[in-house]
């Protein structure tokens, strides 16, 4: 069976900072992909960025970028420079096979201004 | 608006009651998703439907439960004599292919 594990339930982080979010996996299959996902307080879940396990750089997209450690099976999630509007809860997910995602529990972020 | 859409957005029912939600995909996007998401949890998978065809049902769905996508379109997921325990978010998402899922806004059952 496959796992996602988030480990830090909530975190705060400054305004401008940047913020770290972990996501460790656990699969024994060599093809699959990773995401994360933004929830903010109305629900819906926002695709923010995908890496795919042979790919050999990191995903980036604007103040997005993944730390994929595939060795470690770790998939952390860089916010840069955040900002108010980042306030929200962060998925890390895993496809393995062709479609179902596994999520994790998820981590709360709150930016202070 | 091109994203994925859901109705309804809340629903309260009472127990024992039979309730019916909707989900149009992007109208590109042949693979079609039903996921539900209880209070500080992440999303779990419900089934997966590949244009008319529902290829796989999790084991979280009981009898009580069921999915359809009749024409390879829109979706319906109803819920037979509910029960408090399906109290939570259904989402729905669509994909094109094997990478990102969209989703939507997803529909909020609340059952008294």
């Known amino acids: 069976a496959q796992k996602i594990t988030q480990t830090q339930p909530g975190m705060f982080v400054q305004e401008k900072e940047a913020v770290t979010l972990d996501c460790t996996y656990d699969?024994?299959?060599?093809?699959?992909?990773l995401f994360w996902y933004k929830q903010p307080s109305s629900g819906e879940m926002i695709f923010l960025i995908y890496?795919?396990?042979?790919?050999?750089q990191n995903a980036t997209e604007g103040r997005y970028s993944l730390n994929f450690q595939k060795a470690r099976k770790s998939a952390n999630l860089v916010i840069s420079a955040s900002q108010l509007g980042d306030s929200a809860m962060y998925f890390c997910?895993?496809?393995?096979?062709?479609?179902?995602?596994?999520f994790g529990a998820g981590t709360t972020v709150t930016v202070r201004a | 608006d091109t994203g994925v859409s859901q109705d309804p957005r809340h629903k309260i029912t009472k127990r024992g009651q039979n309730v019916t939600f909707r989900c149009d995909p992007i109208?590109?996007?042949?693979?079609l998703y039903w996921y539900r998401q209880t209070l500080g949890q992440g999303p779990e998978f419900l089934t997966y439907?590949?244009?008319?065809?529902?290829?796989?049902k999790s084991r979280l769905l009981s009898d009580r439960f069921s999915a359809e996508r009749p024409k390879g379109s829109f979706s319906t997921l109803e819920i037979q004599r509910t029960e408090q325990g399906d109290s939570a978010m259904y989402l729905c998402?669509?994909?094109?292919?094997?990478?990102?899922?969209?989703f939507g806004p997803g529909t909020r059952l609340t059952v008294l």
């Open positions: 997910a895993m496809r393995v096979g062709d479609y179902k995602l596994s």
């Open positions: 699969t024994s299959d060599q093809s699959y992909g």
């Open positions: 890496q795919g396990s042979y790919d050999e």
């Open positions: 109208s590109e996007h042949n693979r």
């Open positions: 439907f590949q244009n008319e065809a529902q290829l796989e």
């Open positions: 998402a669509s994909s094109g292919g094997y990478n990102e899922q969209f």
